[in-house]
């Protein structure tokens, strides 16, 4: 199982981004019962939850980020998104895709987003 995240890049403060991630090489079925979320890894600090999709499609938000982000799934196409409004320069990190399904645990390898102010 592969994730590939991509959409990062540089916005200023109050911008938005999407980013998206493609769970290739996952079995259709698979992808559907996962749960897929999204994590971010600040410089210096703990990588953190910031939004997860179960595979009913309940979410499940970071209180940062509630009201701003929103977490979608395409099944059809096996991919997750991410959009990302009225950013700050707090969310500036590393976001990491991410999958589990069953006891397996799937990273991808991050996309970096800047917030400038």
């Known amino acids: 199982v592969q994730l590939q995240a991509s959409g990062g890049g540089l916005v200023q403060a109050g911008g938005s981004l999407r980013l998206s991630c493609t769970a290739s090489?996952?079995?259709?079925?698979?992808?559907?019962?996962?749960?897929m979320g999204w994590y971010r890894q600040a410089p210096g600090k703990e990588r953190e939850l910031v939004a997860v999709m179960f595979d009913r499609g309940t979410t499940n938000y970071a209180d940062s980020v509630k009201g701003r982000f929103t977490i979608s799934k395409d099944n059809a196409k096996k991919k997750v998104y991410l959009q990302m409004n009225n950013l700050e320069p707090e969310d500036t990190a590393v976001y990491f895709c991410?999958?589990?399904?069953?006891?397996?645990?799937?990273w991808g390898q991050g996309t970096l987003v800047t917030v400038s102010s």
């Open positions: 090489r996952m079995i259709l079925s698979t992808f559907w019962r996962s749960t």
């Open positions: 991410n999958a589990q399904y069953d006891t397996s645990n799937y």
